[in-house]
C-alpha cells in the first residue's frame, strides 16, 4: 500500500526555502509511530532537511545528484524504481512537493497533519481531490488537526 504523510498549511503550504516553516512535535511523534518499520521514500531536499537516514525504517531517496549508500537507505532515480524495490511492502511518501504530486494517483491513503493558520512559503502540497479522497479520520489539536483521507475507490 502507498501512503502520503505530509503537513501543511491551511494554504497547502509544506515549504520555504528547502525547510519546513514550523515546529509541530506532535507531528513528529505521529510521523514516528506510523511510519516506524516502514520504508520511506523521500524526495533530495527533504533527505537534506534531514541530515541522516531515519532509523528503524528503510528510505529510498529520489535523486539524480545524491550519492547514498548506508544502512538502510539508497539513492534511486525515480519513484517508480523506489516503489519497484519496495513492492509488497507498506510505503510511506513523505517529501517533497514533486514526489506527492507524482504518487497522489497511486496513493491510498493520505496522513494530514493540517495547520489550522496560513503561513508564507515557496512549496505546496496539491490539491486533495475530494472527488478521489473522503476524511475517515479526524483529530483536533492546539492549531492543527491530524486528517486520515482513504482512496473511495480502490
Request: with cysteine.
Amino acid at each position: 500500500m502507498i501512503s502520503i504523510i505530509a503537513a501543511m498549511a491551511k494554504n497547502r503550504v509544506i515549504g520555504k526555502d528547502g525547510k519546513i516553516p514550523w515546529q509541530l512535535p506532535e507531528d513528529m511523534k505521529r510521523f514516528r509511530q506510523l511510519t516506524m518499520g516502514h520504508t520511506l521514500v523521500m524526495g533530495r531536499r527533504t533527505y537534506e532537511e534531514i541530515g541522516h537516514p531515519l532509523p528503524g525504517r528503510k528510505t529510498y531517496v529520489v535523486s539524480s545528484v545524491l550519492n547514498i549508500e548506508q544502512e538502510g537507505c539508497c539513492r534511486v532515480d525515480s519513484l517508480a524504481e523506489a516503489l519497484r524495490r519496495a513492492e509488497g511492502e507498506e510505503v510511506f511518501i513523505c517529501g517533497g512537493a514533486m514526489l506527492y504530486k507524482e504518487a497522489l494517483p497511486s496513493t491510498q491513503r493520505l496522513y494530514m497533519t493540517e495547520l489550522d493558520k496560513e503561513v508564507p512559503g515557496d512549496t505546496f502540497f496539491p490539491e486533495i481531490p475530494p472527488e478521489e479522497f473522503g476524511i475517515v479520520e479526524k483529530e483536533a489539536g492546539e492549531g492543527y488537526c491530524f486528517v486520515t483521507y482513504e482512496r473511495k475507490y480502490p
